[in-house]
């Protein structure tokens, strides 16, 4: 319960960081490439800065979902299931713990409105082949609304589309 308000508390600080860097404007995603698109140096004006900013925040919440998926550990007698289990049920149970609280910070992220976040997240997880985490999230417009996003100019417009299916199956959506 203890480490459940610490994730808890370590999304709610960085994504109202990110929502006063912002001045609360949340609702839409920054023009993509906020950069000169070339790789050059742009002068860091204010509004770049706050972008930048803003990314770091979710970075955070990024890099503490890493440690939770990829979590492993050398040695798995640090964490005891019950008495006689063996090394391996050990590790499982301690996936199976982690995987909880990976679905639970994801629905608790499903309260904030901030789409860049939303964007940069389920592109995260796409990205680490984990798209059944936000494919399983129930009720969530974010996740339905970043599958049916129109990337303009993307090399496979449809890559997503195995994944809308998905997300609509577990919904029990799919007509």
Known sequence: KDELSFYDGVISLALSCAYHLAHGETQKLP????G???????????RNLRLRLREKCYNCILKMLKGLIFYETENANDFSVQDGATPQQQMNALRSRHHGIVEHILE?????????FHDMLYTWLYDSKQKHYYEKIKNSEFVEKWLLRDREGSENPNKYY????????????LM
């Open 31 to 34: 023009p993509a490439g906020y």
């Open 36 to 46: 000169d698109g070339n790789g050059n140096a742009v002068q860091l004006d204010e």
């Open 108 to 116: 608790r992220c499903q309260a904030f409105q901030d789409e860049m």
């Open 162 to 173: 195995p994944s809308l299916v998905n997300f609509y199956v577990n919904q029990n959506r």
